[in-house]
């Protein structure tokens, strides 16, 4: 939450003793207080103010803030101060909405899968997906490595030997998407995502480029987490409280 690192990595520096609190390394997890000192390797750690953006990703970058292989990354196309991360990834192919924040719980109740947040996708595929495919990617796919998750899917025109379709889907897991589709036979020609929860691409937004969110946008996106995140709460409670 305060622009460090992942909360991954935060924990690797905890554990390795790079971090102190009112003076004393800490090598496990502590309840830090409003007023204690809290220093990475004798740098202070302050909160940040929690600032939101919007890219609209080209293909061709890859999310993520260092690429040890010195590929292009979508950090290349933003000229900011803020340190920010990405909520979650778009893979290098997939173009379109892509969260960037420093707002790390917000972040993870927007990406964690039990809360089931809604990302929406155009992709263009190859061949005429039926009724009987669209069904049977509505129900979930069992592959070689397990059950893929479930999407629905809606045909937005037809393009020749092609198809324009609408995707959505509740987790996100790596290029879920394009192994989907093209385990039934529609290898996925674009792909882009339009919505993620309650924001919006902006249409006006053109490829590559980005803004802040607005206070509206902002303020949607953390009532959005906030209610699913009280929600899921109160089924686990009576799930529990049932059993």
Excluded: W
Excluded at 93 to 102: H, Q
């Amino acid at each position: 939450m305060c622009g460090v690192a992942s909360r991954r990595k935060a924990e690797e520096l905890v554990l390795k003793g790079h971090v102190s609190v009112n003076g004393l390394i800490v090598k496990d997890y502590v309840d830090v207080k409003v007023g204690d000192l809290v220093y990475v390797d004798g740098k202070e750690v302050q909160l940040q103010t929690h600032v939101y953006y919007m890219l609209n990703k080209p293909a061709g970058y890859i999310t993520t803030k260092y690429d040890p292989q010195g590929r292009t990354t979508v950090f290349d196309l933003l000229k900011i101060e803020d340190e920010i991360f990405p909520v979650g990834r778009l893979d290098k192919d997939t173009e379109g909405l892509l969260i960037l924040t420093n707002d790390g719980e917000m972040a993870q109740k927007l990406l964690h899968p039990r809360y089931e947040s809604v990302r929406i996708y155009e992709a263009v595929v190859r061949g005429q997906i039926g009724t009987d495919e669209i069904d049977r990617l509505k129900k979930g796919l069992k592959m070689s490595y397990g059950y893929e998750a479930k999407m629905q899917i809606s045909v937005i025109s037809k393009i020749g030997d092609m198809m324009k379709i609408k995707v959505e889907i509740k987790e996100g897991k790596k290029r879920e998407i394009r192994r989907a589709l093209n385990f039934i036979g529609h290898p996925v020609i674009s792909l882009r995502r339009i919505s993620f929860g309650p924001i919006q691409l902006d249409k006006n937004l053109q490829s590559g480029q980005f803004r802040k969110l607005e206070n509206c946008e902002v303020k949607k996106l953390l009532e959005y987490v906030n209610t699913r995140n009280e929600t899921q709460n109160g089924s686990h409670r009576k799930t529990v409280e049932g059993g």
